[in-house]
Nanobody
Framework: QVQLAESGGGLVQPGGSLRLSCVVS????????MRWYRQAPGKGRELVAE????????SYADSVKDRFTISRDNAKYTVYLQMNSLKPEDTAVYYC??????WGQGTQVTVSS
């Protein structure tokens, strides 16, 4: 069955960096777009970034453009989200997702001094 497992969240000070990872199994990873979403307390889920199967196409929410980078390693069945220059408003649970159907359990990112 399809499984997605995020890791790498934590507490970081404003201006700091984190790298999230999402390891997947149960499908041919390189055939599908992968997406990172986030959900802040009291808000809806927001698409943060997405990447095509081969990695050649990426897109980002305006709120994270030039600060976050999505990438993937198809040999490792893993998608990453490098987050730099973090702001308190980036605080949220971050989820990876694919096929508009499958989701991981989420990893908490808290940006606070």
């Amino acid at each position: 069955q399809v499984q997605l497992a995020e890791s790498g969240g934590g507490l970081v000070q404003p201006g700091g960096s984190l790298r999230l990872s999402c390891v997947v199994s149960g499908f041919t990873f390189s055939d599908y777009f992968m997406r990172w979403y986030r959900q802040a307390p009291g808000k809806g889920r927001e698409l943060v970034a997405e990447i095509s199967g081969a990695g050649g196409i990426t897109s980002y929410a305006d709120s994270v453009k030039d600060r976050f980078t999505i990438s993937r390693d198809n040999a490792k069945y893993t998608v990453y989200l490098q987050m730099n220059s973090l702001k308190p408003e980036d605080t949220a649970v971050y989820y990876c997702s694919t096929m508009n159907t499958y989701w991981g359990q989420g990893t908490q990112v808290t940006v606070s001094s």
